[in-house]
């Protein structure tokens, strides 16, 4: 019990979450979702278990990539490694490359299609835009 305690206490790595949240999109089966756990999520890993014959886990997985590369070090650390920003104000308003621009807008028409297809309702939709678009102002 104490070294459960001890790996989820663990500093994460978005490295490593990028890399878990590829694999599981590649491997949908047994690993759909080890992300999560990874990242201390384990209700939505066990989600993602249960669906592992479905499309949706590998598409939620890449959209979890896509968004963890986007999201920055700084913002990783705040969500999933309890810390807290340093600036508030510029953790929201970094300037942002030309290939995370590119990330974003196919990570926008992945999300338009799986709305699309019915796998996001119109507010979930528009809650990850939003994010997503926030990144870029």
Same mark, same amino acid.
């Not at 019990?1 to 206490?9: A, H, N, P, T, V």
């Not at 978005?14 to 491997?27: E, F, Q």
């Not at 999201?71 to 508030?88: A, H, I, M, R, S």
């Given at each position: 019990?104490?070294? /459960?305690?001890?790996?989820?206490?663990?500093?994460?790595? %978005?490295?490593?979450?990028?890399?878990?949240?590829?694999?599981?999109?590649?491997?949908?089966?047994?690993?759909?979702?080890?992300?999560?756990?990874?990242?201390?999520?384990?209700?939505?890993?066990?989600?993602?278990?249960?669906?592992?014959?479905?499309?949706?886990?590998?598409?939620?997985?890449?959209?979890?990539?896509?968004?963890?590369?986007?999201?920055?070090?700084?913002?990783?650390?705040?969500?999933?490694?309890?810390?807290?920003?340093?600036?508030?104000?510029?953790?929201?308003?970094?300037?942002?490359?030309?290939?995370?621009?590119?990330?974003?807008?196919?990570?926008? %028409?992945? /999300?338009?299609?799986?709305?699309?297809?019915?796998? /996001?309702?119109?507010?979930?939709?528009?809650?990850?835009?939003?994010?997503?678009?926030? %990144?870029?102002?």
């Amino acid at each position: 019990m104490q070294q /459960l305690e001890k790996l989820f206490s663990h500093p994460k790595s %978005r490295k490593v979450g990028i890399i878990l949240a590829l694999l599981s999109t590649i491997v949908p089966w047994p690993i759909a979702g080890v992300h999560k756990f990874y990242l201390g999520q384990p209700v939505w890993g066990v989600i993602y278990l249960l669906l592992w014959n479905t499309p949706i886990p590998s598409i939620a997985c890449a959209i979890d990539a896509v968004w963890y590369f986007v999201q920055g070090e700084e913002q990783f650390n705040v969500q999933f490694n309890g810390l807290t920003p340093t600036n508030p104000h510029t953790l929201y308003n970094k300037q942002i490359e030309p290939l995370q621009v590119n990330v974003i807008s196919e990570g926008l %028409r992945e /999300l338009d299609k799986l709305r699309e297809e019915g796998l /996001l309702s119109e507010y979930e939709f528009e809650q990850k835009r939003r994010q997503l678009l926030d %990144r870029i102002n």
